[in-house]
């Protein structure tokens, strides 16, 4: 594991551009960071993408277990990276310190805006991780362009997938998309989350859900299949999933499934 991710990790300290250690927050944990390199060591992207930047750790995670070649590159969209008091340029200090400055393209803008430029310019990516706002609409425009980019085979990953937002985007993909939900290795699977907090989350989400398909199926909303099609059965389990990407979008122009 690269030393600047190991330090942030164990002390759960990270220093500024000034030279100040500050506590870190809402980044992910080392057994995410483990998964990435696992994701990134099995399937070799060659050119990966993330949403949300924030003090780095995801991004380094990944360009650390990115094969190291003349194309190898990592794209990263944050719009508020280098705004005080929000992240300050941490994430990118950090990218610094661990050596990856070369590796990464940055841009400091809304990821709605820079993604469709990226896929304007036939960029092809392997691997894509998003983080970034979580409500409903920003993950699926974030999703959607991704989608376009993401080369046949690839994988993308949510984190926060127990949210109720992100949750439903990942519904949506495994219900009408060419996508497969990639099940990790027993060993990484101990998605069982540490923190009671998240436990509740889920399953309060998972309440919540039923209880809406219920009230739907009511107003014949909703076809049965739907109804009883629980996150279990579509594989779609605590908060990091990970999607294949199996194939070209094939749809008819009226296609939908509801999720």
């Not at 190898?72 to 719009?79: A, V």
């Not at 994988?155 to 992100?166: E, G, I, K, L, R």
Request: charged share 25%.
């Amino acid at each position: 594991m690269n030393k600047v991710l190991e330090e942030i990790l164990s002390t759960g300290y990270t220093s500024t551009p000034e030279g100040q250690a500050i506590k870190v927050h809402g980044n992910i944990d080392q057994r995410k960071c483990i998964i990435l390199t696992h994701l990134i060591q099995k399937f070799k992207p060659i050119i990966s993408l993330e949403i949300g930047l924030a003090y780095g750790v995801s991004a380094i995670a990944i360009c650390d277990a990115l094969p190291k070649t003349a194309h190898s590159r990592h794209f990263i969209i944050d719009p508020h990276q280098n705004i005080k008091p929000v992240w300050g340029g941490i994430g990118l200090y950090n990218l610094n310190r661990a050596g990856f400055r070369n590796l990464i393209e940055f841009y400091e803008q809304p990821s709605y805006r820079m993604l469709p430029l990226l896929d304007s310019k036939h960029i092809k990516i392997d691997f894509a991780f998003i983080d970034g706002w979580h409500t409903f609409d920003y993950t699926l425009v974030d999703f959607f362009y991704i989608d376009k980019m993401l080369k046949v085979g690839g994988t993308v990953v949510f984190d926060d997938a127990d949210w109720p937002a992100v949750r439903n985007v990942c519904r949506f993909i495994a219900t009408n998309l060419e996508y497969s939900v990639y099940n990790l290795p027993d060993e990484f699977e101990t998605d069982k989350e540490p923190a009671l907090q998240h436990h509740s989350k889920f399953y309060l989400h998972t309440i919540v859900d039923s209880l809406s398909k219920l009230l739907y199926s009511f107003r014949g909303s909703e076809n049965k299949t739907s109804i009883i099609s629980k996150d279990n059965r579509l594989g779609l389990r605590g908060n990091f999933i990970i999607f294949k990407k199996e194939g070209e979008d094939k749809r008819k122009w009226n296609h939908f499934i509801p999720f």
